[in-house]
């Protein structure tokens, strides 16, 4: 997700991040904005995104995340990997007359 | 690759921890201000938007502490934190971790010390040669006699053309010369090599070249010499023009081919290498004639080096099988001669056979002492345990693992550790040449015996280092991670102590110790009878006798030179007054070179077939035995007249004549040696020839001037050993100014240093003993003052109640005792079982000697009482009143 969004919406800081996932998921996905900051970190350490202080809308210090190349390519495969499930899964969730 | 991508950044998370937190403060102080914000603009008031906004975001520590995690690696962060709540720990009690670690620097620093002894001695004893796991020593077996021997020539040449398991077979026959360069002689130690030595050891020397193949063969057809680099550097200046100017060797001028590279001292466990010279050069080195194309003549030591993946039995299988086809091929002088391989740890023709014995049992007493060494510190971990009960109990019940706080003792344990292995290392290096001080220099030579602190023994040593923290530390962390909690906390505030479990425990632990020294203790004592026996058995001559040579041979002198300078020699000294007599000798007993064998035959004496006699034989000149002290029981001794012109004469021993006349009297009877009659004209009462441990063998002389001479000088005098010394010199140069004595030493130390390697062992087993026993008497004194200190509230009432000071003293005491009494019985028990490994150590006495266990049960129990009476004495200061108040 948080791949997804700094793909779309480009570099982002935190806040931004929290506020764009909690948007699109309409309030459904209203977790503690806190767990944000370690999966940040984590996708870092993976090389995914990468990060670099620079100052907000509002002229404040922040921390900008920037998905990198193998980040888009880790999100493609990721989205691929997701239809495939969830495909099988629709499957499996619809009735069984419906498919055909 | 993205996972070594994670752990990387993680490890780079490690060093950059600084900027992490502020970073961290900063981008969550972000948030939460864009945050409330974004509320306020809702509309909501203020206060409402922040607290929201904190809830939304969650906790701010756990926050921190997730993120953290995941910054760096979890393991090392705490590990970090351990070793520095560890080094404070330690800090905090100076008393106890000093105590700890010199414990456990003695323990592994012994061990260290040994290890390194072993590798470099037993197991990698040859610096800079290439593939010494390979290397096996080889030698000649005699089925009749079942000795070891030499090997001949000839056949050392079948063995390589025919056996195909072996890269190499290297001849390496130490012998000695003396080198006089300008107007210094020395004794130099050195060896007769075949020419493949340096390349099949894969030493490159510096300057010049190794041997050609050519060089092994033609009678004395090569001198040439490679000369060792300590030898270049000492006695040649490091002359780098070196290289094909000659030096006189044994009276031959030898051309100098090559320097040997630093670091290289041959293959002669025991003794650095000066000088090698080829196989060619035998018979100018090697007394005895000419042997290179003499298939019954064996002088060969060697080594062999098997192709990778040959196993020692199947290299053993196929030589063997190359012998069995030699003695049907030259059955008269290989009939049931065999060949026997040995690991380098067994080399029987070096120092390393010698060293063996004693160097196991080094090793096993130093794992005892290390063993001994870990109980003391898990006893003082314990009681450490005890009094940071409180602090293990308020961790744990806020939250703390078990496992967490085991690591953290494991920890504190390791460091510990860890400065103990840094201490040891320092004391094992100290200790590397500690060996060849207990071993004498003979001949002017001194011995040399490195201990070697390779990889090898950095690595066993951390394991050691490893294994102990686990011993002394996992016993304590394990009671301490056991606390139950509620009862803990309860039991704090009534002073009673860690239950029966704990000091059930800790006297186990001493139990422990006593008994491992009571074996130490024991075995010394059993070394020790021994050494005494060995030292107290007659050699078969009487004191008063002094020996000495002068290196004839190396000063290029022939026979009859040889002849006019013993003649010349024996007249001076017999007019010197305070001497008595004086003889020369082809060997002075005891010395390390072997006697010269000679197959014998004898009038009336009928070998059991497939038998071949061969017997010892020492060439001695006139007044020999009146010089040495040897009675004859029958007969005379040599004179001058037995010599090149006179009927060849013989005296044989006791046991000779027991073996082949059967009780009657040899002399006028006649003796074949090596082909040649003698005519027996004496027979001499049993003495000792090799050391003072042999049993009685058969053994004869024949006079110098009818075999080879000797330059072995024998004087019984009166004359202090300095002031002969003084006289023998002044008599040499009377005679030649170029020539000078040897070493002059009585022959009770010639006697001495067959007794050295018994002497170390003994004297190592009475270090460690020593400190085992002090060891175990600090981990009892430790118990009883604990105990001691503990019960305190009884010894009060009992006071109050009208014990008398005697009375507690010996309450004290007998528990003491008591312990130690247990730990005796079990170390009694198992000597007994362990001295049986050390019988053939043994010499006259038996592995359950009485006065060697009770000399041990003694001492044990003087240092038992000696710990036991301080807390003893101290509980029965006990001042009663205070006791009971408290």
Known sequence: MILRTLDTLGPQHGWGIARRIEQISGDALALNQGTLYPALLRLQQMGWITSKWGASDNNRRARFYAITRAGKKQLAAEAENWERISGIIARFVKPAGASS | MTRIRVFLSRLAGLVRKGSLESDMDDELDFHLRMEIAENLRQGMPPAEARSLAQRRLGGVAQLKEAYRETHALPIVEVLWQDIRFGFRMLRR??????????????????????????????????PLVAHQERMMAITGTDRATRDRDDVSFPDFLDFQRNC???????????????????????????SVVSANYFDALGVRPILGRGFEPAEDFGRNAHAVTVISYQMWQERFHRDPAIIGKTQMLNGMPHTIIGVAPQGFYGTFVGWAMQLWVPASMQETFDPGGYKLEDRGARWIEGFVRLKPGVTPDQAQAEISAVAKRLETAYPVTNRGRGIQLYPLWQTPFNNAGTLLPTLSIALA????????????????????????????????????????????????????????????????????????????????????????????????SAAVCLISTLLFG??????????????????DSGGVVGGKRRALLRSGLVVVQVALSFVLLAGAGLLL?????????????????????????????????????????????????????????????????????????????????????????????????????????????????????????????????????????????????KGRWLQVVGVAKMSKYRNLRELPRPFFYVPMRQSFMGTNIQIRTRLSPETMAKVLVREIHAIDTNLAPGELITMQEQVDRTTATQRIAVSMLGVFGGLALLLAAIGLYGVMSYTVSQSTRELGLRMALGASVPNLLRLVMSQGLALTSIGVVFGAVAALAMAKLISNLLYKVS????????????????AGSAACFLPAWRATQTDPVRALRD
């Not at chain 2, 304590?476 to 906390?489: E, G, H, R, V, Y």
């Not at chain 2, 004179?639 to 073996?659: F, K, S």
């Open chain 2, 164 to 190: 195909t398991l072996f890269d190499a077979f290297i001849v390496d026959r130490i012998t000695g010369t003396t080198l006089a360069i300008g107007d210094r002689a020395d004794r130099s130690t050195m």
């Open chain 2, 847 to 862: 592995p359950r000697d009485p006065l060697a266990f009770g000399l041990a049960l003694l001492v044990m129990m003087i």
């Open chain 2, 93 to 126: 009690s100076p008393g106890f971790s000093l105590l700890a670690i010199l414990c456990l620097t003695l323990g592994i620093g012994a061990t260290t010390a040994v290890f390194s002894w072993i590798e470099g001695i037993l197991l990698r004893p040859f």
């Open chain 2, 365 to 460: 007493v130093v794992v005892f002492v290390l063993l001994i060494a870990c109980a003391n510190v898990s006893n003082l971990l314990l009681v450490r345990a005890f009094g940071r009960r409180h602090e293990m109990t308020v961790r744990l019940s806020v939250g703390a693992g078990r496992g967490r706080l085991l690591k953290q003792l494991l920890t504190e344990g390791f460091i510990l550790a860890l400065l103990a292995a840094a201490g040891g290392l320092l004391v094992a290096n100290w200790c590397r040449n500690l060996l060849v001080l207990l071993l004498p220099a003979r001949g002017g030579v001194s011995m040399f015996l490195p201990g070697d602190l390779d990889w090898r023994v950095l690595v066993l």
């Open chain 2, 474 to 491: 996992l016993v304590p962390a394990f009671q301490t991670s056991n606390i139950d909690l509620a009862s803990a906390l309860k039991a």
């Open chain 2, 529 to 673: 009878q021994s050494l005494r026996a060995v030292q107290n058995t007659s050699p078969g001559f009487t004191p008063g006798v002094l020996t000495s040579y002068v290196d004839l041979v190396a000063a290029g002198y022939d026979r009859q030179r040889i002849k006019n300078f013993d003649d010349a020699l024996m007249d001076r000294l017999q007019s010197v007054s305070g001497i008595q007599s004086a003889a020369m000798s082809r060997m002075t007993p005891f010395s390390y070179r072997s006697y010269s064998t000679a197959p014998i035959a004898v009038d009336g004496y009928e070998a059991p077939p497939d038998e071949q006699p061969a017997v010892d034989y020492n060439e001695v000149g006139p007044a020999y035995f009146a010089t040495m002290g040897i009675p004859l029981l029958a007969g005379r001794e040599f004179t001058l007249a037995d010599n090149e012109t006179g009927p060849p004469v013989a005296v044989v021993n006791e046991a000779m004549a027991a073996q082949f006349w059967r009780g009657r009297d040899p002399v006028g009877s006649r003796v074949q040696v």
